[in-house]
């Protein structure tokens, strides 16, 4: 008598998750626009059974990527009609700064991987329970405590000269201390040092640093500079005391500034990977591109002034190999000269002259004069 088929249903729960899991991968990057998508979707596997839908769902909602308010408001109603869900939330990259994404940083409080937008919205000022956006944004980023990846992205129109995204780089880079597992950071956009004519204040409404009575907040690495320094300098300082951190990303810079350079002090950091801006990579891969970079530019021929910094860029970004130049077209070859020296079209004086000026053809391109 043969033995059964077997069937999904009977393998172990354990080895169906397991497959269930390689099967649903749920990287955090923009989806397809709706003319490329399939009609098929990782949603269909709810549809089979409800052994197989039990198993899935905290697979689906482990790692969740949102790019409108909308669907932020969506994921919102559904978490509280269904709180515990929330604790299956891992990855999480969020739309502009909204209420509803800061409503879920409260309510995801497992995070592991966080993916940020440095920009709002809206442009008009909002208020969360009678809190200043900015403010409830920050604390909400205070109340994560399992922070291991961090990812920061700011779209083309977003400025950091303006106060309200500066805003957002000061809430993160005062929630970093309170994130001892911080291990991978991706800045991605180009990292520049604070101008002097940054404002060094905000105004009280875009305030990140007003936090309520029970809330205390680690405080920041102090640098020995007597001003406030600016969002740019406070991440980058805060970085550079992180303990766990191993992995910084970030954009190549067109020029030289110190902000790579301070993060680079930190003692536990192993590589430095720096993307070429002009490459569409993902951020969600932390730098491990192969594509490489050429070590030329303002900012890599002052980089090798610091010993360090060039170990970690070498430890993190592949170098491009450099190629030949290759010219256009073939050599032409020097005209043979008459046996007295003499130039055919001009005797006398204009003999040597010529004789130089034929030289000077003898190579073409290369540029390569050679005298009889």
Same mark, same amino acid.
Do not use: C, E, Q
């Given at each position: 008598m043969s033995s059964p088929t077997p069937t999904p249903t009977t393998l172990p729960e354990e080895i169906l998750e397991r497959i269930l899991q390689l099967a649903l991968p749920a990287p955090l990057a923009i989806p397809r626009p709706a003319w490329l998508r399939s009609p098929r979707h990782r949603l269909a596997l709810l549809h089979t059974s409800r052994q197989l839908t039990r198993i899935a769902t905290p697979l689906l909602y482990a790692s969740i990527s949102l790019t409108t308010p909308a669907s932020a408001a969506a994921l919102v109603h559904t978490l509280h009609d269904q709180p515990h869900l929330a604790a299956h939330v891992r990855a999480l990259a969020l739309p502009p700064v909204c209420t509803p994404a800061i409503e879920l940083l409260r309510l995801c409080t497992k995070l592991t991987t966080l993916d940020l937008d440095i920009s709002f919205c809206t442009s008009v000022a909002e208020d969360v329970d009678g809190v200043p956006l900015e403010q409830a944004f920050a604390r909400a980023l205070l109340s994560?405590?399992?922070?291991?990846? =961090?990812?920061?992205?700011?779209?083309?129109? !977003?400025? =950091?000269?303006?106060? #309200?995204? #500066?805003?957002?780089?000061?809430?993160?880079? #005062?929630? !970093?201390?309170? @994130? /001892? #597992?911080l291990s991978t950071v991706d800045i991605a956009f180009k990292l520049s040092d604070d101008t002097p004519t940054s404002p060094p204040s905000f105004l009280p409404s875009f305030s990140p640093f007003i936090l309520p009575p029970t809330t205390t907040a680690a405080p920041l690495p102090q640098s020995p500079a007597s001003t406030p320094s600016g969002p !740019?300098? &406070?991440?980058?300082?805060? %970085?550079?005391? &992180?303990?766990?951190?191993?992995?910084?990303?970030?954009?190549?810079?067109?020029? @030289? *500034?110190?902000?790579? %350079?301070? !993060?680079? &002090? *930190?003692?536990?950091l192993t590589r430095v990977v720096l993307v070429d801006p002009r490459a569409n990579t993902s951020s969600s891969t932390y730098g491990n591109s192969s594509a490489g970079l050429a070590p030329t530019g303002l900012f890599m021929m002052e980089a090798r002034r610091h010993a360090r910094l060039v170990d970690l860029i070498r430890a993190g970004t592949p170098a491009m190999p450099r190629t030949r130049a290759h010219t256009m077209g073939?050599?032409? /070859?020097? /005209? /043979?000269?008459?046996?007295?020296?003499a130039h055919p079209a001009a005797p006398g004086a204009s003999a040597k002259m010529g004789n130089k000026r034929e030289g000077a053809v003898g190579l073409g391109i290369l540029g390569v004069g050679v005298e009889a």
């Open positions: 994560l405590k399992d922070t291991t990846h =961090l990812t920061l992205r700011k779209p083309a129109g !977003v400025y =950091l000269s303006r106060p #309200r995204p #500066r805003a957002l780089i000061h809430a993160v880079a #005062r929630a !970093v201390p309170a @994130w /001892p #597992r !740019v300098t &406070a991440l980058t300082t805060a %970085l550079a005391a &992180a303990p766990a951190l191993h992995t910084f990303t970030t954009r190549l810079p067109s020029v @030289w *500034n110190a902000a790579i %350079l301070t !993060v680079a &002090a *930190n003692p536990t073939s050599p032409t /070859p020097s /005209p /043979p000269l008459p046996a007295d020296g």
